[in-house]
């Protein structure tokens, strides 16, 4: 079973910049993608907000179109581990950061929560104004 735990989060000041990590492990040959996502109090877990994707195999990325070119999402293959590089943070950046694995990749159709079946226990970050 995959598992994912993400670190980095934190309190920065808004036009900061914090980075990200998800170490993913026992990781299968079936996980196609991985991906961030982000909520904040009030909504469910199938309202998660998608943040970026990573394609595993040659790391082809996409990203929500409301982080105007903010965030970067890489990955390490050696560790298994994905980060997200966020420049630029706004106060409206704040949420719980999740790290999650999906067996699709699906050009620019990876923003549904449920095609990702493991998720992190999630980072919290803070941007403040």
């Known amino acids: 079973q995959v598992l994912l735990e993400e670190s980095g989060g934190g309190l920065v000041q808004a036009g900061g910049s914090l980075t990200l990590s998800c170490a993913a492990t026992?990781?299968?040959?079936?996980?196609?993608?991985m991906a961030w996502f982000r909520q904040v109090p009030g909504k469910e877990r199938e309202e998660r907000e998608y943040v970026a994707a990573l394609r595993r195999s040659g790391g082809t990325t996409d990203y929500a179109d409301s982080l105007e070119g903010r965030f970067t999402m890489s990955e390490d293959n050696a560790t298994n581990t994905v980060h997200l590089q966020m420049n630029s943070l706004k106060p409206e950046d704040t949420a719980v950061y999740y790290c999650?694995?999906?067996?699709?990749?699906?050009?620019?159709?990876?923003?549904?929560?449920?095609?990702?079946?493991?998720w992190g226990q999630g980072t919290q970050v803070t941007v403040s104004s």
């Open positions: 999650a694995a999906s067996r699709l990749w699906i050009s620019g159709g990876m923003s549904i929560p449920r095609w990702y079946f493991a």
């Open positions: 026992a990781v299968t040959f079936d996980v196609k993608s």
